[in-house]
Nanobody
Framework: QVQLVESGGGLVQAGGSLRLSCAAS????????MGWFRQAPGKVREFVAA????RGSYADSVKGRSTISRDSNTVYLQMNTLKPEDTAVYYC?????????WGTGDAMEYWGKGTLVTVSS
């Protein structure tokens, strides 16, 4: 059974940092692009970051403040200088299609259940 399990969310003050983790199991993900989406209350889901091989891609909203990395079947998202607008549920995802085709996450092959990040002002 394939599972993506996120961890690392929580409550943090603006300007703080968090490191999200996504542990994948149930198959080999070496050929998969893995990454993160987020969805804030009342808003549409949006792409945050993804990593294919060792190459990371980032949404403009987090570029320069976040770093995505990967260790075998675990993907990490280090987020710094957090802002209240970063508050959302963060979802891990994996798919064989390239990052350029991830869009807003329609038809992703695998999803985690999400971890809540709350940034207080």
């Amino acid at each position: 059974q394939v599972q993506l399990v996120e961890s690392g969310g929580g409550l943090v003050q603006a300007g703080g940092s968090l490191r999200l983790s996504c542990a994948a199991s149930g198959r080999t993900f070496s050929s998969y692009t893995m990454g993160w989406f987020r969805q804030a209350p009342g808003k549409v889901r949006e792409f945050v970051a993804a990593i294919s091989g060792w190459r990371g891609s980032y949404a403009d909203s987090v570029k320069g403040r976040s770093t995505i990395s990967r260790d075998s079947n675990t993907v990490y998202l280090q987020m710094n200088t957090l802002k209240p607008e970063d508050t959302a549920v963060y979802y891990c995802a994996a798919d064989t299609k390239s990052t350029s085709r991830w869009g807003t996450g329609d038809a992703m092959e695998y999803w985690g259940k999400g971890t809540l990040v709350t940034v207080s002002s």
